[in-house]
């Protein structure tokens, strides 16, 4: 089946550590994307990525790092000095040139302890 | 001015109502227009896309103003399992196609 992957689904962090969110689509999509999602707020933009090798920051990439070595992956690393990291975090993909329909992977829950 | 603006809710609804979210967007740049549910501890996922003429999906139906910057969504009989939070989703206008995500109207549709 075609679609976005995501894990872990929940994930614990002590505060000071760094983890890495794992994101993979097979949909053959070029752009990929990083949201996180707080109670009573709208998703916002982390980073994204149109390209292989390439990606920009969104609007709130204080604290965050991605890669994009594979068309199909582009992992998000929540470092440490991201001041509030617990969020749900979501991944996007789309087609680039289509009318930017974004397909959400089922996200991970962060907690920092 | 938030950039896209939606009545949070929660609107309770009996079964059978119909039911309308409005939504407000502040960039006259935005071409493309989303409505997206969200159930509660989930991903958002594709409703319908939103165009010109209006569009309607069984009992789903949405329009767009672009004078007004206005974007509707209509639902008519509504069902248990339409509960959800649903998601005003507008495209910024730019190169790069990013899309800005209203925080949200929870419906909550009672039996």
């Known amino acids: 089946d075609g679609g976005i992957t995501q894990s872990p689904k929940y994930l614990f962090r002590k505060e000071g550590q760094n983890v890495t969110l794992s994101c993979e689509q097979n949909?053959?999509?070029?752009?990929m994307y990083w949201y996180r999602q707080d109670p009573g707020q709208g998703l916002r933009l982390i980073y994204y990525?149109?390209?292989?090798?390439?990606?920009q920051k969104g609007d709130i990439a204080e604290g965050y790092s991605v890669s994009r070595e594979k068309k199909e992956s582009f992992p998000l690393t929540v470092t440490s000095a991201q001041k509030n990291p617990t969020a749900f975090y979501l991944c996007?993909?789309?087609?680039?040139?289509?009318?930017?329909?974004?397909?959400f992977g089922p996200g991970t829950r962060l907690t920092v302890l | 001015r938030k950039e896209v603006e939606q009545d949070p809710g929660p609107f309770n609804v009996p079964e059978g109502a119909t039911v309308a979210f409005n939504c407000t967007y502040s960039?006259?740049?935005?071409?493309?227009f989303f409505w997206y549910r969200q159930d509660c501890r989930k991903e958002p996922k594709l409703l319908m896309s939103v165009y010109s003429s209006g569009n309607e999906d069984g009992r789903f139906t949405a329009q767009l103003n672009r004078a007004s910057q206005y974007i509707s969504l209509l639902i008519r009989d509504s069902k248990l399992s339409d509960s959800a939070t649903y998601l005003c989703v507008v495209n910024d206008g730019g190169a790069t196609n990013k899309l800005i995500f209203g925080t949200g109207t929870l419906l909550a549709v009672q039996p």
């Open positions: 960039n006259s740049a935005s071409q493309s």
């Open positions: 949909l053959n999509h070029d752009a």
């Open positions: 996007a993909s789309t087609k680039v040139g289509g009318r930017d329909t974004q397909y």
């Open positions: 990525s149109q390209i292989v090798n390439d990606f």
